[in-house]
């Protein structure tokens, strides 16, 4: 069994109205997320390749650790 890898793009996603600002997803994916002055995400909209483990991975667990459960990852098509 070899290690497969996955092909396309993925963005991470909030949703406005789950977050409360708890800010655990600026530090578990830092390189995606900023936060803003009152402590809420601002994702990067660029999507990212899953080639970038370490994005990837970063992203995962923010979304498994939003207290909120407001994170998704969401794949992009590559055109």
Not at 14 to 41: Q, R, S, T
Request: proline content about 9%; charged content about 25%.
């Amino acid at each position: 069994m070899g290690v497969r890898r996955r092909a396309g793009l993925f963005i991470l996603q909030v949703n406005p109205i789950l977050c409360d600002g708890f800010g655990h997803c600026g530090e578990l994916a830092p390189e995606l997320v900023k936060m803003d002055e009152w402590g809420y995400p601002i994702i990067n909209p660029e999507p990212v390749p899953f080639t970038n483990t370490g994005a990837h991975e970063s992203a995962r667990y923010a979304e498994r650790g939003c207290p909120r459960q407001a994170l998704r990852i969401r794949k992009i098509s590559d055109k």
